[in-house]
């Protein structure tokens, strides 16, 4: 829920992102954008649908190298752009990117997810005036404006920067996944059209022995991957160390030493993982990121 006009009158604007929870984020640039996109989000629950003369007129405020607002109706059709004003009045609901995604499909689920409180979504789109599509997270409030209209409104970050948050929400939705259906979620999580696969992050489950439900690289032979017994680039064993931890909690962060096929050199990543209950039984659920290296 939109912190309420009324509320921010009475506490003064210094205080309205209190409620946001910033503070889950590692980079300022992160922090900007959802404050960025909750603004529009507030102009638009106090003055409806009026305020996109506004926006309209002042385009310029809502447009950076790096991100753009955007405005959609609840269905996917879309009435404001400051990136590519020729995407106004057209449907976008079944529009695909390049990995077969249904971005609309993508917002209206985080919008419904408590676990996702600023609807992250994670795709690949076009930067304005280029011809290739570059990836891109971005973060949405949902509004209903004062005649009652129901709408989205988001802006994202092209080449984002890998938030530990990111991966929380998604290794902690397919848990929740997971204790809901069991095996039948599977199959969603392990698709790479699913909000649990994005970039170089794949969610994937084993059981305490190590026996792979969900696999960490997709299309692999689960009988190939020893999980328990994986090293990193200086011998620690980060699966074994994390399963060790979650005796005593339910969820854990596990940071290790990989190669970075960029920079030829060793790098720091963070394995997040945590417990579910399927069928009775204990799975653990994990995603692996790059470590935040904010300045």
Request: with cysteine.
């Given at each position: 829920?939109?912190?309420?006009?009324?509320?921010?009158?009475?506490?003064?604007?210094?205080?309205?992102?209190?409620?946001?929870?910033?503070?889950?984020y590692?980079?300022?640039?992160?922090?900007?954008?959802v404050?960025?996109v909750?603004?529009?989000?507030?102009?638009?629950?106090?003055?409806?649908?009026?305020?996109?003369?506004?926006?309209r007129?002042?385009?310029?405020l809502?447009?950076?190298r790096?991100?753009y607002?955007?405005?959609?109706?609840?269905?996917?059709?879309n009435?404001?752009?400051?990136?590519?004003?020729?995407?106004?009045?057209?449907?976008?609901?079944?529009?695909?990117?390049?990995?077969?995604?249904?971005?609309?499909?993508?917002?209206?689920?985080?919008?419904?997810?408590?676990?996702n409180?600023?609807?992250?979504?994670?795709?690949?789109?076009?930067e304005?005036?280029?011809?290739?599509p570059?990836?891109?997270?971005?973060?949405?409030?949902?509004?209903?404006?004062?005649?009652?209209?129901?709408?989205?409104?988001?802006?994202?970050?092209?080449?984002?920067?890998?938030?530990?948050?990111?991966?929380?929400?998604?290794?902690?939705?397919?848990?929740q996944?997971?204790?809901?259906?069991?095996?039948?979620?599977?199959a969603?999580?392990?698709?790479?059209?699913?909000?649990?696969?994005?970039?170089?992050?794949?969610?994937?489950?084993?059981q305490p022995?190590?026996?792979?439900?969900?696999?960490?690289?997709?299309?692999?032979?689960?009988?190939r991957i020893?999980?328990l017994e994986?090293?990193?680039?200086?011998?620690?064993?980060?699966?074994?160390?994390?399963?060790?931890?979650?005796?005593?909690?339910?969820?854990?962060?596990?940071?290790?030493?990989?190669?970075?096929?960029?920079?030829?050199?060793?790098?720091?990543?963070?394995?997040?993982?945590?417990?579910?209950?399927?069928?009775?039984?204990?799975?653990y659920?994990?995603?692996?990121?790059e470590?935040?290296q904010?300045p």
């Open positions: 829920m939109l912190l309420s006009c009324a509320a921010i009158l009475i506490s003064g604007c210094g205080n309205k992102y209190r409620d946001l929870d910033l503070t889950v590692e980079y300022r640039d992160t922090k900007e954008l404050k960025f909750y603004d529009a989000a507030l102009r638009l629950e106090r003055d409806g649908l009026k305020s996109l003369d506004y926006f007129n002042n385009r310029d809502f447009k950076t790096d991100h607002l955007y405005i959609y109706h609840m269905d996917g059709t009435i404001y752009h400051a990136g590519m004003e020729q995407l106004e009045g057209k449907d976008m609901g079944a529009v695909l990117d390049k990995n077969g995604k249904n971005i609309t499909q993508l917002i209206q689920h985080a919008l419904k997810d408590k676990n409180p600023h609807s992250w979504v994670h795709y690949s789109w076009w304005p005036g280029k011809f290739y570059v990836p891109k997270s971005s973060c949405h409030f949902q509004v209903k404006t004062p005649d009652g209209e129901e709408l989205f409104v988001g802006a994202g970050a092209d080449y984002p920067h890998e938030e530990k948050e990111f991966i929380r929400i998604v290794v902690d939705g397919a848990a996944l997971v204790e809901q259906q069991g095996r039948a979620a599977f969603r999580i392990s698709s790479p059209t699913s909000q649990y696969s994005y970039r170089d992050v794949r969610v994937f489950a084993f022995d190590g026996t792979i439900l969900i696999s960490p690289v997709l299309g692999d032979d689960f009988s020893r999980l994986c090293t990193d680039e200086v011998g620690h064993k980060p699966f074994a160390k994390a399963m060790k931890t979650l005796g005593s909690k339910d969820r854990v962060w596990e940071v290790f030493m990989a190669k970075n096929r960029y920079q030829r050199g060793l790098v720091k990543k963070c394995l997040y993982m945590r417990k579910a209950t399927m069928a009775g039984e204990t799975v659920v994990a995603a692996i990121t470590l935040p904010p």
